[in-house]
């Protein structure tokens, strides 16, 4: 009987040890590793709900919202009163919605391929030298910094980096 609670204990402690660190890895935004980690519990322990619990948080932080609604949907099959699976599955639904649909019509937007885009790169160049477009744009832009500051941080660079290179062009 001894022996076999050994083992017992040795296999529960191999499961909660990849979960332990998937949770690390997630830390260390080593996001494939977390899901590998979890991956290797699960194949272990089908059951184990906190495996695809930090699996679904790894898959949100990648992104990768539908995969983490999965995740989190089996966590809460197995563990139904978990307060934080059920938080962090609204949270994953929500933004699955946010980019299949970003503008409410269905159609999706690739922000890289507009600002890439040298005829609208144009076009919004020659639209900013109309004074009530400026005025406008500065009021868009203001909305965009307070619901997200990061595209608007990503925008800035970009056009410094084209009027670096523009630059650079110029003077070789």
Do not use: W
């Amino acid at each position: 009987m001894p022996e076999k609670l050994d083992r017992c204990r040795g296999s529960c402690l191999i499961l909660m040890f990849f979960p332990l660190r998937a949770a690390a890895q997630s830390k260390l935004s080593h996001y494939t590793d977390a899901i590998k980690d979890c991956e290797k519990a699960i194949a272990i322990d089908s059951k184990y709900s906190k495996a695809y619990g930090r699996m679904g948080l790894a898959l949100t932080a990648m992104n990768k919202f539908e995969e983490a609604v999965t995740s989190y949907q089996k966590a809460l099959d197995l563990d139904p009163e978990n307060d934080s699976y059920k938080s962090n599955l609204k949270i994953a639904e929500q933004k699955l919605r946010e980019v299949a649909s970003p503008t409410g019509t269905g159609l999706s937007f690739d922000m890289a391929s507009l600002i890439n885009n040298p005829a609208f790169i144009t076009m919004a160049a020659s639209l900013m030298q109309n004074p009530q477009v400026q005025q406008l744009g500065q009021q868009f832009a203001q909305q965009i910094q307070q619901q997200n500051p990061e595209l608007i941080e990503q925008l800035r660079n970009h056009i410094r980096s084209r009027s670096f290179s523009s630059s650079t062009e110029e003077h070789s």
